[in-house]
């Protein structure tokens, strides 16, 4: 789901569009993606293979049909991944040759995290945070601009309350 900037409250926006995407994870209710990804894996390997590249090569000159970017999960602006569920610890995500995500984000598994507070060391349950940016995308100031953007929002979630400043469409 996407978040656009007449959104009242896009904070809870996303909020409910994640839940909503891991609650039908949790029931087996598949996507589109899924049936996409089933469909094309039903197909033999040399049928596959050719589709594959060919549907590189769209994507490649931008010429990818709607109706695959819309259900594929590599044309979005972050790529998310929760690995709790797996007991797995946060990953540096490799990145893709297709699609639009240059930032992939994956969440590590709960635990206990040392943490300061009022300058002194706390024991705190957590995660660890791994990300991994595509420099072919934009320059590392930007980059280095988005991550400090980031980290602040982290250091005080309430600026996340606030009304976007305005979205540019992907």
Request: proline letters at 6%; a negative charge; hydrophobic letters at 45%.
């Amino acid at each position: 789901d996407e978040v656009s900037d007449e959104d009242e409250d896009p904070l809870l926006q996303v909020a409910e569009a994640v839940h909503a995407t891991v609650a039908a994870a949790a029931t087996g209710r598949s996507d589109a993606a899924a049936g996409l990804a089933r469909t094309f894996t039903s197909l033999p390997a040399p049928v596959t293979s050719a589709l594959m590249g060919g549907l590189r090569a769209l994507d490649r000159h931008g010429l990818l049909p709607g109706a695959l970017t819309e259900v594929s999960p590599f044309h979005a602006s972050v790529f998310l991944t929760q690995l709790r569920s797996i007991g797995c610890e946060a990953v540096h995500h490799h990145l893709w040759n297709i699609g639009t995500a240059g930032f992939f984000v994956a969440l590590g598994r709960e635990k206990d995290v040392v943490v300061a507070e009022s300058g002194a060391p706390v024991v705190r349950r957590g995660c660890e945070i791994a990300i991994t940016l595509d420099e072919r995308l934009c320059d590392g100031r930007y980059f280095s601009d988005s991550l400090a953007r980031f980290a602040d929002l982290m250091g005080d979630p309430r600026l996340l309350e606030q009304p976007l400043p305005g979205v540019t469409p992907d």
